[in-house]
């Protein structure tokens, strides 16, 4: 699957910037504009895109949807208006985040378009489309920026492929013996005897939910040790 | 929960603007602005602000990130860069959607601080938050444009507890009856018998799979009529 964003009629350079920027922050290289209202050399869109003037460089410039129809094997449609067709039935869309699991089962060049700023895409483009996704908004105002709606879809996309990077955490054992650590530590400043069993639990449930990373294990691990000396020294 | 989004000293009025917007995008009220670079009533932020002028309207400003503190119960940090910490391991974060789910399980005032548009938060202000969350980005360039990584954080948080609307699909007996019509489609168009069985199956496997509205079963049925009506003719 290869993915192009289609910006159909955009009206202001800015936008194209911004799009290509974030394009390039979600590692998405193919920018297809379809009769912008700018040219992609002025100062606001370059300005814009930052570090991605390169997907600028290489947008492709087209004069109508039917020519960026022509692009693709598949052509997917944006809106964030709940819209009704003629006879006032809701159409069947995707949301974004099941659009995001739907599309790397798609094979070929998957378009996927925006439409102008204030009017989005037309009723004759949206019926080209094979189908529609919608990004979920507030009812009260459900209008995104241009670049704020590709930012979304194109960031669903993203993270379903995401891994995550790793942090160690403390194993078991390691767990265990910051158990006993506290136990020593609670002996250490004569915690009153009838209420250790439920202090212990409610550490053990404590650091359960906290997850420690190794790191963090060791230095905790580290001021009990201190704590447990200091207690000791004041006992004798 | 009460969420309050806070710019940590931003330094372009259009930035404020589409953050504005975008909150009211996803329902959210209360911003905080500290020590921004720009007058709230600078014409780029009003015009970026678009439907939402009572948001910076209502906007308050701050003169530090301590200040900020103040104000909230938790203050929860942004980045989209892994950070390490003094030690060089890894500093724990939440990765955005997993930050969406816990959020709502606190009480009180939850600050979301998103740092300086070319330097982010400043260590000493990462340290003072209770937690980090991260906007996965690609490697390549992970910097996000400010109201782009507002944006994505917002919509999680939205997305955690939309619900969409409920289009109906055809019922199972919507679909029996479908597919006695498909019976009499193939036998009104003389379709050979040792094939029916298996298009049989897959006309079922196909409508099952597409998960009809109620108005695509009533479209289609139709079609269906006229085209049994149509064959039938043409036999006798």
Known sequence: MEAF??????KYAGNAG??????????????????????????ECR?????AQEIIDNAELLDSFDE????????????????????????????????AKEIYKMEGRVGIAFGREDYGLLNEEIKKCDLLVKIPTSDEYPSLNLSHAVCILLYELFVSKYEPR????????????????????????????????????????VIG?????????????????????AARRNKQ
């Open 18 to 43: 911004a799009v290509a920027r974030v394009m390039k922050n979600f590692g998405f290289k193919n920018l297809i504009l379809v009769n912008p209202a700018f040219s992609l050399n002025e100062d």
């Open 47 to 51: 300005k814009f895109a930052m570090h």
């Open 209 to 229: 939910r906290a997850m420690l990373s190794k790191w963090e294990y060791h230095t905790l691990m580290g001021v009990f040790k201190k704590a447990i000396q």
């Open 5 to 10: 964003v289609i910006l159909v009629e955009p």
């Open 166 to 205: 790793e942090v160690l955490l403390a194993d078991g054992r390691e767990k265990e013996k910051m158990y006993e650590f506290f136990d020593e530590f609670l002996d250490a400043i004569n915690y009153p005897v009838y209420k250790k069993e439920n202090t212990r639990i409610l550490f053990r449930r």
């Open 68 to 99: 960026a129809l022509e692009k693709v094997d598949y052509m997917v449609g944006t809106t964030s208006i709940e819209s009704r067709d003629d006879k006032h039935h809701l159409r069947k869309v995707f949301l974004a985040r099941d659009f």
